[in-house]
C-alpha cells in the first residue's frame, strides 16, 4: 500500500548530483589504476558473502584467495553449495547498496569506516590466505586505510570515500555478471556451477542474476537519494 503524501521522503537533488557526478568519474576512470583498488575490494566483498553463505547454512568456511587478475576463491565445506553459489555476485552488490546508503542518508560515515576496516583486517587474518601474498598484504593495508581514514580524516571525506565504494560494488556487480556469465557462459564462474548442479542453463542463471542485480542497484540508488529524515541526520561522535 502506497505512503500517504506527507510521508513519502523527497529527492534530495544535491545528493542525486553528488552520486551521478560519482558514478560518472568511476566509470570513465574504469580500466585505470585508479579504480583498480576498489575492484579487488568488491571481489573481497564477494568472497566475503559466499563465506557468509556457508556459516549461515551450517557450513565451514577454509580459506579466501584473492588475485591480482580482479579473480578470487572461497573454499568451503558443507553448507547449501546453491546458496553459497547465488551469494557471491548479488552479495558483493548488497554490501554496495548498504554502504552507499548508509553514507548518503546517516553522519556515520566515520565510524562506518573504521567498522570496515576493523572488519577487513579480521577476515584477512582469519581466513585470507597465503600470508604475505597479495589478497593478504591488500586486505590488511586496505583495512589500515579505512580505519586511519575514520579516525583521522573529516567527515566528507569519508562520505565520499564511502559512497564511491558503495556504488563500484554496485556498478562491478553488474558488468562482473556480464562479463563472467552473459558474454563469457563457458567460463568456470558461480552460474557455471550453479548450472551443473541444477541442470539449468549458464544464461539462465546470468540473466535472473543480471535482471536482479539491476533492480537491486536502482533500489539502492533509489533509496540513497531520498531526503534525510530527522533520525537520519543524527551527529554521530
Not at 579473480?71 to 553459497?84: D, E, H, N, P, V
Not at 579516525?151 to 558488468?175: E, F, Q
Not at 563457458?186 to 548442479?197: G, I, P
Amino acid at each position: 500500500m502506497a505512503l500517504p503524501r506527507t510521508q513519502r521522503q523527497p529527492i534530495d537533488w544535491q545528493q542525486v548530483l553528488l552520486l551521478t557526478a560519482l558514478m560518472i568519474a568511476v566509470l570513465l576512470a574504469w580500466n585505470t589504476w585508479a579504480v583498480y583498488p576498489l575492484k579487488i575490494l568488491v571481489v573481497f566483498f564477494h568472497e566475503l558473502s559466499h563465506a557468509l553463505a556457508a556459516w549461515a547454512t551450517g557450513g565451514h568456511v577454509v580459506g579466501i584467495q584473492l588475485s591480482t587478475a580482479e579473480g578470487g576463491l572461497c573454499r568451503t565445506a558443507g553448507g547449501s553449495a546453491f546458496l553459497i553459489l547465488t551469494a557471491g555476485y548479488l552479495g558483493s552488490l548488497v554490501w554496495g547498496g548498504v554502504i552507499m546508503n548508509l553514507a548518503a542518508r546517516t553522519r556515520a560515515d566515520k565510524a562506518l569506516a573504521v567498522f570496515l576496516g576493523v572488519l577487513l583486517l579480521t577476515v584477512t587474518v582469519w581466513l585470507v590466505r597465503p600470508v604475505l601474498h597479495f589478497g593478504f598484504l591488500f586486505g590488511m593495508v586496505t583495512g589500515l586505510a579505512f580505519v586511519v581514514s575514520g579516525l583521522k580524516l573529516p567527515h566528507s571525506i569519508n562520505d565520499v570515500l564511502l559512497k564511491i565504494v558503495g556504488l563500484t560494488s554496485c556498478l562491478y556487480a553488474v558488468l562482473d555478471i556480464k562479463s563472467d556469465i552473459l558474454s563469457r557462459p563457458t567460463m568456470c564462474s558461480d552460474a557455471y556451477r550453479l548450472s551443473e548442479l541444477t541442470r539449468l542453463p549458464v544464461v539462465f542463471w546470468g540473466v535472473l542474476w543480471f535482471v536482479a542485480a539491476i533492480g537491486l542497484g536502482a533500489y539502492f540508488l533509489l533509496t540513497a537519494c531520498r531526503a534525510r529524515t530527522a533520525s537520519d541526520t543524527a551527529d554521530v561522535p
